[in-house]
């Protein structure tokens, strides 16, 4: 019997803390910051463990055994540190949202744009067919994030029970980030709003029954959906990336940073619908929201290097 050792478990609710602070910014992977900490692999062979032979397990009440074959007690520390880090930035982010939209959404578009970057560095040679599925990709995004029904999107549980399933499927992407994946659904600043509201011990029954169906969501679509996801990138990976690049591009229309308020009668900021402007002027405001755009764009690059790096030395 092994030895129980605290100080292993805290190292991994740590890393989760880190991979958590980066899945709720729109733009920054948890799967990058999982690759730089040396973890991805375990990661996603661990959550692929979680299959009929730890069900089975389970059924035949073998506890110890379902906990190795699945790398449990790594699952439930790293999981314990991403929902600290997600709880415990979502105040902040629903805060920057709603008082400092526009150099907030500076800062989301540089990120997401050196993201699509990268994402398209992943595709090793560009042929027709990923150039027509990049321009695919980027045209239905455009369209889709430009309907009133994604900028005041369905209030319902179903709804977010769908967002919790395509969120989480991106979380564990490397280059692709589960928090713009939510934005661009409409969904991001209700999550994180219903977080903040948790923290502070703002507690309803609707809050939990929305929370446990987003996490629900989450699960499905952990299990089953990001199999699927796997074995498109792994049978048909130039083309995904293609596609996925080109979704993420035409999506940079939902947070372009300078938008005017749709509908100005409307006074609830969630159900509020911002259209995409050209700045009049060039005045310090529009220079400062550049600024931090090429900043955040800056950072991305710099995080997908230096996760680059781990990857090479093999450091686990």
Avoid at 64 to 77: K, N, P
Avoid at 180 to 202: P, W
């Amino acid at each position: 019997m092994k030895r129980f050792i605290p100080t292993a478990d805290l190292v991994q609710v740590a890393r989760g803390l880190l991979m958590g602070s980066a899945d709720i910014i729109p733009g920054v992977s948890g799967g990058t910051v999982a690759l730089i900490l040396g973890i991805y692999e375990r990661l996603v062979t661990a959550i692929s463990r979680i299959d009929a032979s730890f069900v089975g397990h389970l059924g035949r009440r073998e506890w110890r055994e379902a906990a190795r074959h699945a790398d449990l007690r790594f699952l439930l520390a790293l999981g314990g540190g991403i929902a600290l880090g997600i709880i415990g930035l979502s105040t902040l982010m629903h805060y920057l949202l709603e008082h400092q939209r526009e150099r907030t959404y500076a800062a989301f578009f540089g990120l997401i744009l050196a993201s699509s970057l990268l994402v398209a560095r992943a595709v090793a040679r560009w042929s027709a067919v990923e150039i027509l599925l990049l321009i695919a990709g980027a045209f239905s995004a455009w369209y889709v994030v430009s309907l009133q029904a994604i900028q005041s999107p369905p209030a319902g549980n179903l709804y977010v029970f769908f967002c919790g399933v395509i969120g989480i499927c991106a979380m564990i992407l490397p280059g692709i980030s589960g928090a713009f994946i939510l934005l661009v659904l409409g969904k991001y600043e209700d999550i994180t709003g219903l977080l903040r509201n948790a923290l502070h011990g703002q507690i309803t029954v609707e809050a939990v029954a929305t929370i446990a169906v987003f996490c629900a969501g989450c699960a499905i679509g952990l299990l089953a959906f990001s199999r699927f996801l796997r074995w498109l990138l792994g049978r048909h990976e130039p083309q995904t990336m293609a596609a996925l690049c080109g979704v993420m591009l035409g999506s940079l229309r939902k947070i372009w940073p300078f938008q005017r308020d749709a509908d100005p009668t409307i006074s609830e900021f969630q159900k509020k619908w911002f259209e995409p402007i050209w700045p009049e002027r060039l005045d310090a405001n529009v220079w400062i929201a550049l600024a931090i755009a090429a900043a955040a764009f800056a950072f991305v690059l710099a995080l997908d290097r230096l996760a680059g790096r781990k990857a090479v030395g093999g450091r686990q």
